[in-house]
């Protein structure tokens, strides 16, 4: 039988929902390119509630307790004593979310000898040291594709907001104001702008995708370059490296997973490039960017605005720079959390367990590690120095 330790995160401070503000959610049953959504053979959840959190418990509980398993929940995971350090030594698989992740560091990992089993309830798994679950001989998945429109539409989101200054507007009425020119006087149209993406993979591309329509121009880099017959579609202009393209921007996202390659890319220099002006959006990971270097850049006008859902560390510290930071559109990681995003991810992770634990295959596609290298989608998105 296996001990299965769940790290999410906390109720609502209301409580856990007993109602929620819709009945029901659309069925997705695919994504672009043919993957099919998740499909476990059973799931024991209602589509469309609260799942990411500890009472939510991704619907795992009565799954694993029927066969026998163990299966723990907490949102405690910081320091030695938290409730993740205590069950890991006798652990046979770890469970977290980008959202929330249970940083699975080389020294928990050597703690964890029971360790086969790493799976990322959403899509990133970088919280997980790669290079050690390699050594360790661990098998790290996610559920690929279950939450990258939603990332693409918040995205799109936070570029809106921040092109046409939608927060300090939202706020003036908040605030019980109605002073036009201080609500339009940093508002712009984004028709026209040059608009590129750093990486253009299931992220990136949907990105690219819903932005067409914005009549803007678009721009890209990324490892792979994208089929001649997209580029033309969507009218794309490939850059062979980031530093190449964002010269050219009036905004930029960054839709690329943390490797050493993308590690700091965002700095004084690279930020130094880009227009007066720019707009820099973030939906990947925090430590692609110097935290001080934006703070920087925006306090001395060489961006416009930043709007983050990352942050390192997560939970982020109340003194964290970018919480007070000037023109920034700043959220607490939640654009794959949509609970439209749940019911796909809690589906996805109960389809990667029932295949882990009947000793079947893995979809190739969820797999980030396995058989001692990386595999599937982290064969393509990461780099390891094994």
Request: hydrophobic share 40%; charged share 20%.
């Amino acid at each position: 039988m296996a001990k299965i330790v769940c790290v999410l995160y906390d109720d609502p401070a209301t409580g856990y929902p007993t109602s929620y503000a819709r009945d029901d959610i659309p069925t997705i049953d695919g994504y672009p390119g043919g993957q099919t959504a998740p499909s476990p053979k059973a799931i024991d959840f209602t589509p469309g509630t609260l799942l990411g959190s500890v009472s939510g418990e991704l619907g795992l509980r009565d799954f694993l307790e029927s066969q026998g398993h163990t299966l723990v929940v907490t949102s405690d995971k910081e320091g030695a004593d938290s409730v993740l350090d205590r069950e890991l030594p006798d652990a046979d698989v770890v469970i977290s979310q980008p959202f929330w992740p249970a940083y699975l560091t080389a020294e928990r990992i050597a703690k964890a000898p029971k360790l086969k089993l790493a799976i990322t309830a959403g899509i990133g798994s970088d919280h997980v040291d790669l290079d050690a679950a390699i050594d360790h001989g661990m098998t790290v998945a996610e559920v690929t594709y279950s939450n990258s429109v939603s990332v693409a539409e918040h995205v799109v989101m936070m570029i809106l907001g921040l092109v046409r200054n939608y927060l300090p507007a939202y706020q003036t009425v908040w605030d019980g104001g109605w002073n036009i020119a201080d609500c339009v006087a940093r508002s712009y149209d984004l028709e026209g702008m040059h608009v590129g993406t750093v990486a253009a993979g299931r992220i990136g591309t949907a990105v690219l995708r819903r932005l067409a329509p914005f009549d803007v121009k678009l721009h890209y880099t990324d490892r792979h370059r994208l089929p001649e017959s997209v580029e033309r579609e969507l009218g794309l202009t490939f850059h062979p490296s980031a530093a190449d393209m964002v010269p050219h921007c009036d905004v930029v996202t960054i839709n690329a997973p943390l490797h050493p390659e993308t590690e700091g890319l965002f700095g004084d220099k690279l930020l130094g490039t880009m227009k007066r002006g720019t707009y820099l959006i973030n939906t990947a990971r925090a430590r692609i960017t110097d935290p001080d270097a934006i703070v920087r850049a925006l306090e001395s006008g060489q961006l416009a605005g930043y709007a983050g859902d990352v942050w390192y560390p997560q939970p982020a510290p109340a003194d964290h720079p970018w919480r007070t930071m000037p023109h920034h559109g700043m959220t607490p990681h939640i654009s794959g959390s949509s609970l439209s995003a749940q019911t796909r991810y809690a589906a996805g992770t109960r389809e990667i367990l029932e295949s882990w634990l009947a000793g079947t295959p893995i979809r190739d596609e969820y797999l980030i590690v396995d058989g001692g290298r990386l595999a599937g989608a982290g064969a393509h998105s990461y780099s390891t120095r094994v």
